[in-house]
C-alpha cells in the first residue's frame, strides 16, 4: 500500500512494523513528530509497546540500555544537542553491544543556536562505535529502520537511522508501506543471546582490568583492550553483514541494491560528486543539466557512513579524474570528515582522483539546484589539483 506522509511518520511506521517493545525519547525538534506518533500508536493499541516519557535525552537512551539489557527491542530517536546530550550512553550502548536502533533527524548544533539541518550531530558521534546509514528519501527511511533492527540485532551493535531535518522529516512524500507478513518474514522475533533475569542475577560490564585475567569460574576473560579490539573487528565484518541484509530485504520487497553507495551516471563519467542524506538526490537533477552541457559527471550518494565502506568508494572512484565530496559537516580545524575518510580509501588506489571538499548547507543554508550546479562546473573545469575555497554559498 503507497501512502503520502512525512519522513517522521515514515520512521514511526518502520518502528511499528518491526516490533519494537520499549521506546524512549525525550522531545526535541525536528525529531518530535516521530515520537509523538509513536506515543500515538501505543497509546490507541496499534502497538504493543511500552512508550516511557523522560526528563532528558541521556535519560532515554538509558532506558533503551536496560530495555536492551533486559531482552527487549528498544528503540529511541533525537536531534542535534539532544544527541550530543547522550553522548555518554552512546559509548556505553556500543561497548555492551546492544542492538538498540536510534533516529537522528540531523540538525545542527548549538552555539549560536539553531534548529535548521546540517550534519554536524551525526557526524560528531561518529566515533561512538555505533553503525550510521544515512537516508536520502522517504521510503528509504522506513526501509532502512526495518533493516537496521535486523543488523543491529545480527552484530550485537547499536545503529543510528540519519535523515535531515525539515528537508526529509516535515515533508511529504509517497512511499510504499510494507506489509506486516512480509516484515515479520525478514525480521524474526529478537531472541538475546543473553539478557538480565531475576532468577539468574549476573554483573554486566563491571569495572574491566586492562589485562586479561581469568574470571569468577576461572576462564580467561579479555581485557578492556581485547574488548575494543573485538568492536573494530566486528564493525568492519558489519560490512558485510549490512550488504547481506540488503540482499535480503530486497528479495522479499524488491526495493535496494545499494547498500553503502548509490550512484547515478557515474559509468562513463571522469568526475562524481559524492554527498549523503537529500543532497545526493538533489545532486542527480544538477547532473543531467550538466550532461546536457557536454560535462562528464556523475553523482554518488554514501548511505553507509560508519564502519566506512571504504572498498566500495574506491572501487567507485578509482580512475576517475576527480572526486567533488559535497557535505553538510565539518571536522573543524581541518575539512570534511567524509572527505577525509575518501581520501583515506583512496590512498592506496594506483589510479588516485583529485579530491576537491565543499562544505555547504550549515545551519540550514539554503541549497539551490543553481549553486550545487555552479559548484560542479567550475570544479571539473578547474584543475583540481589547485587549492579553491572550503566553503560554498558563503557571504560576509
Known sequence: MHIIEAGNVAAAMGVKLAGARVIAAYPITPQTPLTEKLSELVDTGEMDAQYIPVESEHSAMAVCIAASSAGARAFTATSANGLLYMNEQLHWAAGARLPIVMCVVNRGIGAPWTVWNDHQDAVSQRDTGWIQIFCCDHQQIIDTVIQAFRIAETVRIPVMV???????????????????????????????????????????????????????????????????????????RAIDKVSETDALFSEIFGRGGNPFIEPYRCEDADYIAVAMGSVSYQL?????????????????????????????VAELLSGKKSAIVVEKALSYGYEGALCTDIKAALYNCEKRPAVKNIIVGLGGREITTKNLHDILKTSCEQNMQQESPLFSGLKI
Open 162 to 236: 540519519c535523515y535531515d531535518g525539515y528537508i526529509l522529516s516535515h515533508t511529504y512524500m509517497p512511499f510504499k508501506l510494507p506489509e506486516q507478513s512480509e516484515v515479520d518474514r525478514f525480521l524474526p522475533a529478537f531472541e538475546p543471546d543473553w539478557s538480565l533475569d531475576p532468577g539468574r542475577p549476573e554483573n554486566l560490564n563491571t569495572v574491566t582490568l586492562p589485562d586479561i585475567r581469568p574470571d569468577v569460574r576461572g576462564n580467561t576473560a579479555p581485557g578492556y583492550m581485547e574488548i575494543r579490539h573485538d568492536l573494530q573487528a566486528d564493525l568492519r
Open 284 to 312: 542527480r537533477d544538477v547532473i543531467d543539466m550538466l550532461r546536457k552541457e557536454g560535462v562528464a559527471v556523475g553523482s554518488a550518494g554514501l548511505r553507509l557512513h560508519r564502519p566506512f565502506p571504504d572498498r566500495a
